[in-house]
C-alpha cells in the first residue's frame, strides 16, 4: 500500500535534518553577519555624483531590489529547502489569505500612522549622555547617510519613477522584510518555545536594527510588532506583506507628492506639539483589531504559532 508524505507523516530524511533549536542558531548567525556589514558604513558621497543621472539612478534601484532577493528571500527559501522537512510551505506563501485578514491588516497599518509619526518626533530628539558623544556622532552620521541613499531614488518626479519606487521601496522591501523576519526569524524563535509576545517583539527589534537608523528606531520597531501579530494571529505571511507593502506606499506617494521624504502629513508643523490624543486614539484601535484578530484566530495544525 502506497504510503504520501505529508506534513504529518515524517520523510525518511527527516532524521538528518538539525534540530529546531540548531536551526535558530544558523538563522541568529546569517543575520550577525547581515548588521555586521549593514554597520560598516557606506560612502555616500560617492553616490551623490549621480544626482543628475537618471539612468544611473534608475539602475541603483533595479540593484537594490536585487540585493534585497539575494539578502532576504533566497537565504529563507533555501533554509527552508535544506533544513525544513515542509520545505517552502515553511514560509507560508502558498495560501492567499482571507478578505477580512487582509482588509483589517491593511487598515491597521494605516491607523497606526499616528503612531509612527508621533514616536518618530521623539526618537529624533533623543541624546545619549555626553559621555557617549561620540557614539551619537556616529549614529547620526549614519542617520544622515541613509537619508541622502533614500533621497536619491525620490529625484525622478515622473510617472514612471513612482512606479519603479512602489515597486522598489513598497513592494520588494515588503516581501524580502516580511519573508525573512516574520516568515523565517519570528516562526523560529515561536517553534523554539518561546512566548509569541517575546517571539513578536525580540523580531521587530532586530527588524529595527537591521535598518542601522537610529533616530527612526522606535516607529520602525512598533510597526514591526504590529507586523509580528499580523502574522502570528492569521497564520498567512501575506497579511504582513501586503500591509507592509501599504505602509510603505503611502510614504511613496506621500514624497511624490510632497517632493520630500521628510514632510510627513501626519506629523505636527514646526513649533506645534505631537498631537496625544490622537496618538492614544490610534493605539486604541490599533489595539482593538489586533485583539479582534487574535479572538479570531486560526490554529495552525503543526501549531507553531499559537499564541
Known amino acids: 500500500m502506497e504510503i504520501r508524505e505529508t506534513e504529518q507523516t515524517p520523510s525518511p530524511l527527516i532524521k538528518h535534518r538539525t534540530p529546531v533549536w540548531f536551526q535558530l542558531l544558523i538563522a541568529l548567525g546569517f543575520f550577525l553577519v547581515l548588521a555586521f556589514f549593514s554597520g560598516l558604513g557606506e560612502d555616500n558621497g560617492a553616490l551623490q555624483q549621480y544626482r543628475d543621472d537618471p539612468g544611473m539612478i534608475t539602475m541603483l534601484k533595479v540593484g537594490q531590489a536585487i540585493i534585497v532577493i539575494f539578502v532576504f528571500i533566497l537565504p529563507a527559501m533555501l533554509f527552508s529547502m535544506v533544513l525544513r522537512q515542509e520545505k517552502l510551505r515553511f514560509l507560508r506563501l502558498n495560501k492567499f489569505p482571507k478578505l477580512p485578514h487582509l482588509l483589517v491588516g491593511i487598515t491597521i497599518c494605516l491607523i497606526a500612522l499616528p503612531i509612527v509619526s508621533g514616536t518618530s518626533i521623539w ?109 502570528a494571529y492569521t497564520n498567512n505571511l501575506w497579511v504582513p506583506i501586503i500591509a507592509h507593502t501599504v505602509n510603505n506606499a503611502f510614504a511613496v506617494v506621500m514624497a511624490y507628492i510632497t517632493g520630500s521624504i521628510t514632510e510627513d502629513p501626519m506629523s505636527p508643523k514646526p513649533g506645534e506639539e505631537v498631537n496625544l490624543s490622537l496618538m492614544g486614539l490610534s493605539v486604541l484601535l490599533v489595539g482593538g483589531m489586533i485583539w479582534f484578530l487574535y479572538k479570531r484566530r486560526e490554529q495552525p495544525n503543526t501549531g507553531p504559532l499559537n499564541a
Open 123 to 231: 526618537n529624533s530628539n533623543m541624546h545619549l549622555p555626553e559621555s557617549m558623544h561620540g557614539i551619537e556622532e556616529w549614529m547620526r552620521i549614519k542617520e544622515k547617510s541613509a537619508t541622502e541613499s533614500i533621497e536619491l531614488f525620490f529625484i525622478d518626479r515622473s510617472v514612471g519613477g513612482l512606479i519603479l519606487n512602489l515597486f522598489v521601496v513598497a513592494f520588494m522591501a515588503g516581501l524580502s522584510e516580511e519573508i525573512f523576519f516574520r516568515g523565517f526569524l519570528q516562526r523560529l524563535f515561536i517553534e523554539n518555545k518561546m512566548n509569541v509576545h517575546i517571539a513578536v517583539w525580540l523580531t521587530a527589534i532586530l527588524f529595527s536594527a537591521i535598518h542601522i537608523q537610529f533616530f527612526g528606531f522606535i516607529p520602525r520597531m512598533l510597526l514591526g510588532a504590529v507586523l509580528g501579530y499580523l502574522y
